[in-house]
Every structure is written in structure tokens, then in C-alpha cells.
């Protein structure tokens, strides 16, 4: 629960590299994710190479201040071909990037999510940047690195929002 509770959106990073035995271990965790009808349609991108990250930057309008300080970014992908219930492919896709934040803070490392599904111009530069097959499409992408602030999260529970048997 501790990382769930100490999970932040890190926006700048510190030189170091994250080891690619960490890389692993947060796609590890990525690939535990809850799937619908077990479709598991998620593929992943690493990329560490800087010129190719600066080359995302023009197609997403945040991603200049993020990935530019991040060791590397991850990119969540979605092979169209796997989708046995494509309505359910986003959440599927949701969960294995929030398995990666979490494991993220496990790991000390920082991180943050940058959308990209329900941006058609997005997705489409990014798979023509990227030379993805037609059925692969980009979903998210995460910045990671080791943090170079250290916030403290918030808590964002709020009993008003919770109801119970009816609205």
C-alpha cells in the first residue's frame, strides 16, 4: 500500500541512468495487470536514446519539460490484433501502465504518465515515428528516472464522494 500512498507525477530527473534489471522489473509489473477476457493486448516501447525522445516532444504538447530530463521513456503500446473485447482494451492498457508507476516508487524511482490513446494526431505521429506495424498503436507514455525533487504526496480521500447502496 506504501507505494500506492507514496506514488507522485516527478517532472524532473536527475543524469542517472535506470539499469535495464529495473527496466525489467517495471515491465514485469506492467504485464501482472488485470486483462478482460485475459487479452492481454500490451506491448511495450523503451527507448533511451535521447534524439529519438526529443523527436516525441514534437508530438506531444507536455512531453518536452518530461522527457527531456527522463533516462527513459516507456512506451505503452496496444497490438490491435489481440483484442477479443476492443472496449475493454483501455482499461487493460490503464492497469498495466499504473502497475509501472507503482512499481516505479517501489523502486525509487520517479515517474509520470503522459497521455496519448483518444489523441488520434498523437498516436498516428507516434507510429510513424516509432515505424510501428498498422495493428500496433501507442497508448501512454511514462518518463522515468530517478526523481531530482522529492514531493511529498497528498492525500486525496474524501468521504463526501463515497456512497453507499444509492447516489
Not at 478482460?36 to 516532444?57: C, G, R, S
Not at 516505479?104 to 509520470?112: C, K, N, P, R, Y
Amino acid at each position: 500500500m506504501q507505494e500506492i500512498f507514496n506514488r507522485v507525477s516527478t517532472r524532473r530527473f536527475t543524469d542517472q541512468k535506470v539499469p535495464r534489471d529495473r527496466i525489467t522489473k517495471l515491465l514485469q509489473a506492467a504485464m501482472q495487470a488485470p486483462s478482460a477476457h485475459n487479452q492481454q493486448p500490451w506491448e511495450f516501447l523503451v527507448i533511451a536514446d535521447k534524439d529519438t525522445l526529443k523527436k516525441f516532444t514534437g508530438i506531444h504538447p507536455y512531453a518536452s519539460s518530461l522527457l527531456s530530463g527522463a533516462s527513459v521513456g516507456i512506451f505503452v503500446l496496444c497490438d490491435k490484433t489481440r483484442l477479443i473485447l476492443p472496449e475493454m482494451a483501455a482499461q487493460d492498457l490503464s492497469a498495466a501502465t499504473e502497475n509501472i508507476l507503482l512499481e516505479a516508487t517501489h523502486l525509487g524511482l520517479g515517474s509520470v504518465w503522459l497521455g496519448v490513446n483518444g489523441h488520434a494526431e498523437r498516436a498516428a505521429a507516434a507510429q510513424k515515428l516509432f515505424n510501428l506495424p498498422e495493428n500496433i498503436e501507442v497508448f501512454a507514455a511514462l518518463a522515468v528516472g530517478y526523481p531530482a525533487e522529492h514531493k511529498k504526496a497528498q492525500a486525496r480521500y474524501e468521504e463526501k464522494r463515497v456512497h453507499y447502496e444509492q447516489y
